[in-house]
């Protein structure tokens, strides 16, 4: 079955230190997402990529780098540098029929 | 910008009860719109969809109409489960272009809790 994986499902990270979050899609959609959800709050966009190759930044890319080296992967570094990194990742995808959403990473900064 | 608002939660109610989530947004012309559910500790799920004014979108007995004139897209559902219990997202988003696709703008979420 298609589909979108992220890895791993919870993550804990040690403050100062970068943190890599995976998410692979086998469903040949050319456009691929990362949103951050925090508590009680709405989803907001990271970075998004229409294109291998290309990405462009999203509402609060301030900490966060990608790279978009094959259509099917798309991994969201969290650096030292995001101040509040605690927070629900969730990777997306999408076509001209919709999108399709992963599982979503928790990380926690201890 | 695109800005969607769904009113807040956490809506409580009884099982078979009557559900509705307002929801309204403003963009430029003319969005498709969406709603979301997301299940605990899971990503989130497309539950319905509409792309043009006066389109209903309805799913799992879940319905929501496009409203131009009011720009609006509340969810309704006429009697709920205790599955039902969840964070509802409504959403927007423009035309896809191609195979390029376009960013969801999203609501803050709505929990909704249902008691047997």
């Known amino acids: 079955d298609g589909g979108i994986t992220q890895s791993p499902k919870y993550l804990f990270r040690k403050e100062g230190q970068n943190v890599t979050l995976s998410c692979e899609q086998n469903?040949?959609?050319?456009?691929m997402y990362w949103y951050r959800q925090d508590p009680g709050q709405g989803l907001r966009l990271i970075y998004y990529?229409?294109?291998?190759?290309?990405?462009q930044k999203g509402d609060i890319a301030e900490g966060y780098s990608v790279s978009r080296e094959k259509k099917e992967s798309f991994p969201l570094t969290v650096t030292s540098a995001q101040k509040n990194p605690t927070a629900f990742y969730l990777c997306?995808?999408?076509?001209?029929?919709?999108?399709?959403f992963g599982s979503g990473t928790r990380l926690t900064v201890v | 910008g695109d800005s969607v608002t769904q009113m807040e939660g956490p809506v409580t109610l009884s099982e078979e009860a009557f559900l509705t989530i307002n929801c309204t947004y403003t963009?430029?012309?003319?969005?498709?719109l969406f709603w979301y559910v997301q299940y605990p500790g899971e990503g989130l799920q497309l539950l319905l969809k509409?792309?043009?004014?006066?389109d209903k979108g309805s799913n799992k007995g879940f319905e929501a109409t496009y409203r131009k004139e009011t720009t609006s897209f509340h969810l309704e559902k006429g009697s709920v489960q205790v599955s039902d219990s969840a964070v509802y997202f409504c959403?927007?988003?423009?035309?896809?272009?191609?195979?390029?696709?376009?960013?969801?703008?999203f609501g803050g979420g709505t929990r909704v809790l249902v008691k047997p």
């Open positions: 997306a995808s999408s076509s001209v029929d919709g999108y399709t």
């Open positions: 469903l040949n959609h050319d456009a």
């Open positions: 990529s229409q294109i291998v190759n290309d990405f």
């Open positions: 963009a430029t012309g003319y969005p498709s």
């Open positions: 509409a792309t043009k004014a006066d």
């Open positions: 959403a927007l988003s423009h035309k896809m272009i191609k195979a390029a696709g376009n960013k969801l703008t």
